[in-house]
């Protein structure tokens, strides 16, 4: 398939040079909160965590990371501008406009994968999402919250992609562009997921269901969480970390999922430098 064409202008009621910024750099770089994304990077390895969160090091972001930001930006105003399956070039438009603006800032301005992407991006996954989503109500799109965890000094932030009505039921959805598909253990034991029905439930939204979107598959997956597992993974995950974190403990992960020489830092540690 060919590469995405080199749009440079978005639709007229789109500020292309705000949305580039707002996807670039985004509030987890200077909020002192913990979120879902936060708490991941550190379980995977604390190393990478402080030299991301405390040292502040910044690296050029993957081409894949940055595809993903990009479609979760044009989701985001198909949303806010209710366009429907007649906006597909409008989405198209839009996509590669946003993907040229900020292509350059990743690893590889060139990588071939990350412009298929985009390509099936605008011509498969957006139609399909357009016309997916036929039937739905919003009740919010990127809703970005802040709450306290009780019975701790702890700070959650994070942002829910959408949350939506359909069928009389309240379902909080989010969006992964990633090529793996999620199993039913992987999607069970989502932190992610559980962290957005635990914020949805403390501002009073308590759905019926969560849900993953696979973009590149054109599917969704769905799944619950109790109250009482949500306790135990505050209990047993978030709050440990949280401790190990104001404890000042980041040590290196030499048994990360993917290995040290897939880290952005991996240059700048002792250990990683060895991989």
């Given at each position: 398939?060919?590469?995405?064409?080199?749009?440079?202008?978005?639709?007229?009621?789109?500020?292309?040079?705000?949305?580039?910024?707002?996807?670039?750099?985004?509030?987890?770089?200077?909020?002192?909160?913990?979120?879902?994304?936060?708490?991941?990077?550190?379980?995977?390895?604390?190393?990478?965590?402080?030299?991301?969160?405390?040292?502040?090091?910044?690296?050029?972001?993957?081409?894949?990371?940055?595809?993903?930001?990009?479609?979760?930006?044009?989701?985001?105003?198909?949303?806010?501008?209710?366009?429907?399956?007649?906006?597909?070039?409008?989405?198209?438009?839009?996509?590669?406009?946003?993907?040229?603006?900020?292509?350059?800032?990743?690893?590889?301005?060139?990588?071939?994968?990350?412009?298929?992407?985009?390509?099936?991006?605008m011509n498969i996954w957006l139609p399909w999402y357009l016309i997916w989503c036929r039937g739905t109500?919003?009740?919010?799109?990127?809703?970005?919250?802040?709450l306290p965890v009780a019975g701790s000094d702890l700070v959650l932030q994070g942002t829910i992609d959408r949350i939506y009505l359909q069928h009389g039921m309240t379902v909080v959805s989010d969006i992964k562009t990633g090529k793996r598909i999620p199993s039913g253990l992987s999607l069970a034991n989502d932190?992610?997921?559980?962290?957005?029905?635990?914020?949805?439930?403390?501002?009073?939204?308590?759905?019926?269901?969560?849900e993953i979107v696979a973009m590149r598959s054109q599917g969704s997956v769905m799944t619950t969480r109790t109250d009482s597992y949500i306790a135990a993974v505050l209990e047993q995950t978030v709050l440990p970390v949280h401790e190990q974190i104001m404890a000042g403990r980041f040590p290196c992960n030499t048994q990360s999922q993917y290995g040290c020489s897939w880290c952005s830092y991996h240059t700048l540690c002792p250990v990683g430098r060895g991989s």
């Amino acid at each position: 398939m060919s590469a995405a064409p080199e749009l440079t202008t978005a639709p007229a009621d789109v500020d292309l040079d705000a949305m580039a910024e707002g996807l670039l750099h985004t509030y987890h770089e200077s909020s002192p909160c913990l979120g879902p994304s936060k708490i991941n990077t550190y379980l995977s390895c604390p190393r990478k965590y402080e030299y991301q969160y405390i040292e502040k090091v910044r690296r050029p972001r993957r081409p894949a990371a940055t595809v993903g930001s990009v479609v979760h930006a044009v989701v985001e105003h198909s949303h806010r501008a209710h366009w429907s399956p007649a906006n597909t070039e409008d989405a198209a438009e839009l996509l590669t406009a946003l993907w040229n603006a900020v292509k350059a800032e990743t690893e590889d301005p060139h990588d071939y994968e990350a412009d298929k992407a985009i390509s099936d991006a605008m011509n498969i996954w957006l139609p399909w999402y357009l016309i997916w989503c036929r039937g739905t109500v919003d009740i919010a799109v990127e809703e970005t919250w802040k709450l306290p965890v009780a019975g701790s000094d702890l700070v959650l932030q994070g942002t829910i992609d959408r949350i939506y009505l359909q069928h009389g039921m309240t379902v909080v959805s989010d969006i992964k562009t990633g090529k793996r598909i999620p199993s039913g253990l992987s999607l069970a034991n989502d932190l992610q997921l559980t962290l957005y029905s635990w914020a949805a439930r403390q501002m009073g939204l308590q759905e019926n269901t969560l849900e993953i979107v696979a973009m590149r598959s054109q599917g969704s997956v769905m799944t619950t969480r109790t109250d009482s597992y949500i306790a135990a993974v505050l209990e047993q995950t978030v709050l440990p970390v949280h401790e190990q974190i104001m404890a000042g403990r980041f040590p290196c992960n030499t048994q990360s999922q993917y290995g040290c020489s897939w880290c952005s830092y991996h240059t700048l540690c002792p250990v990683g430098r060895g991989s």
